[in-house]
């Protein structure tokens, strides 16, 4: 196995009484995971997911990148019927970020990663610290829309409502794939109590100033995310990578694809992938014709220039005269018909796009469920999004007790609210969650 140092730190944080996220390190496995839910049941879902990890990828087997999907499907499924057995377990939930060594059939050894929700994982290369996962959240789809910056999202009010977790739904989709073992690698997995309190140049210099001990490293970043605000539990592990393949020349750029990225032809015969792990800001997007190159910025490629031609210019003769040309000229009349079919073309090539466009927004507007208070403090489950984009707004599906029927646990659980894949999710956890408190005897 790949000769690896490892070192860890957990904190409940400056503003919660428990600690509700869990972790696991050594033995080629290393897992992080923040649990949700009241009654401690998060802290009971995050420790379920981690020893169902522990036990399914075993220091002594032959793992593959299959068997840690298989065991965060499975772990999952468990919270998921425990949620529905436990009614103080009832909407449960964690996510996960996980990377185990495992027998991969290209390269032998290699590291296999895997995510989901919004806790993180990371690796740092040549001092260089580069997001592996992509946070499965509500301000990310926000990024990725182009709706707000990553700066913005770090700070936005909605930042810690997950669109993906284990335990919520009987099936989740994990993001996975495998990446070569480099020498001198070191690799970050946190909750996100971490990246919302401090930022990746800061979680950068604390781990350079720590470069020779993980433990320490790991300790001086939940401190540094303490020190900010410790709204939330904390949890740091670090892998640094002591022997393995050797690592490529400094200024080569280093990028992995998820396996669910759907561009197969990025793929080489390998089955190893490239992905821009951060994406360039969008608003640099379109402001030039440009490729991304890997770094931080879209930096325009040049290119081979191609001739600009006159159609109605014919090369000169030496005496200054047209030259012949044994072609009959193309009419002009018939170039401006074949311009003019261009441009209809083009224009419902544009219509086209739009539509579609339109139908993608509406689609995506009317996406997922959450639960709220109306104006007259009903508990309703709306379809769509919290935010009502253009003139889509959420529509009410179902009713649930009143606010004055509830207590203050619950009330704070329904002012968060809580989003929802499916109605049926929805309806259950306002069935088993918001149950109104019962009238005292007389």
Known sequence: MAELRWGSASHEGQLRSQNEDHAHTGDGLFVVADGMGGHLAGEVASE???????????????????????????????IYQGSIDDPDQAGMGTTVTAIAVVDDPHDGEAFAVANVGDSRSYVMRHNRLRQLTIDHSFVQELVHEGAISRAEARTHPRRNIVTRAL????????????????????????????????????????LLAHADDPDAA???????????????????????????????????????????????????????????????????????????????????????????????????????????????????????????????????????????????LAAWARTGYFVAFDDDDQVVIYQG????????????????????????????????????????????FVSERLKPTPEPDE
């Open 48 to 78: 379920m997911a981690v020893d169902m990890l522990d036990e399914r990828l075993p220091a002594d087997g032959e793992n593959s990148l299959d068997d840690l999907v298989a065991a965060i499907n499975d772990a999952n499924v468990k």
């Open 167 to 206: 335990g919520i739904e009987p099936y989740v989709r994990v993001d996975s794939w495998t990446m070569p073992i480099i020498r001198g690698d070191r690799f970050v997995l946190c909750s996100d109590g971490l990246v919302d309190e401090i930022t990746d140049e800061a979680i950068t210099e604390i």
């Open 218 to 360: 790991a300790q001086a970043l939940v401190d540094a995310a303490n020190e900010a605000g410790g709204r939330d539990n904390i949890t740091v592990v670090i892998v640094d990578v002591l022997e393995g393949d050797d690592p490529p020349d400094p200024t080569a750029e280093f990028d992995v694809v998820p396996l669910w990225n759907d561009d197969q032809d990025d793929q080489d015969e390998t089955g190893e992938s490239e992905i821009v792990a951060d994406p360039p800001d969008t608003e640099l997007v379109g402001a030039a014709p440009a490729l991304y190159d890997g770094g931080d910025d879209v930096t325009p490629v040049p290119g081979a220039a191609l001739p600009i031609v006159d159609p109605d210019t014919q090369p000169a003769a030496a005496d200054g005269t047209p030259a012949a040309d044994d072609a009959t000229p193309e009419p002009k009349p018939r170039r401006k018909r074949l311009a003019g079919f261009a441009r209809f073309i083009l224009a419902l090539g544009v219509a086209a796009v739009l539509i579609l466009g339109f139908a993608i």
């Open 385 to 428: 999004r919290q935010d009502s984009v253009l003139w889509f707004d959420p529509t009410v599906e179902a009713f649930g007790p009143h606010r004055d029927e509830l207590d203050a646990t619950t009330i704070e659980l329904v002012e968060a609210q809580p989003t929802f894949e499916s109605q049926a999710s929805a309806e259950r």
